[in-house]
């Protein structure tokens, strides 16, 4: 079970690699819209706004998950539910868009069908 929890986390930190990647892929499309006069500067600047939040909201994430041991818990369950509870403080305290929320609990329950299918 812990060695599931290392995979899990260690899947994760994947994961969020990739959505970041893609929340930079984003930006420099808002940015080549706006060039080509598809969106307005300021319609640009509200969207790479929101996916600046996101980027610093995912960062947020994985430092949580640096300080989390995963060893501590006896199961998956535990531990996503330890790190579910105290990103959502997080995402409040620092007022992170509501999408980051979402984005981690795809990527967890992504991940925990992975696990459970690929013992």
């Given at each position: 079970m ?42 640009a ?5 929101v ?10 994430f ?58």
């Amino acid at each position: 079970m812990k060695q599931d929890n290392r995979r899990f986390v260690q899947f994760l930190k994947i994961e969020l690699e990739d959505l970041e990647s893609d929340l930079y892929l984003m930006i420099d499309n808002n940015q080549e819209r706006r060039e080509r006069g598809l969106i307005t500067g300021h319609v640009a600047k509200e969207n790479i706004a929101v996916f600046r939040n996101e980027i610093a909201g995912l960062a947020c994430f994985r430092n949580l998950l640096d300080e989390t041991d995963p060893s501590a818990f006896a199961a998956i369950g535990d531990l996503t539910a330890s790190i579910k509870k105290q990103f959502h403080e997080l995402i409040r305290t620092y007022d992170f868009v509501p999408a980051v929320e979402l984005y981690i609990d795809r990527k967890i329950g992504k991940i925990m069908q992975y696990i459970s299918q690929n013992p």
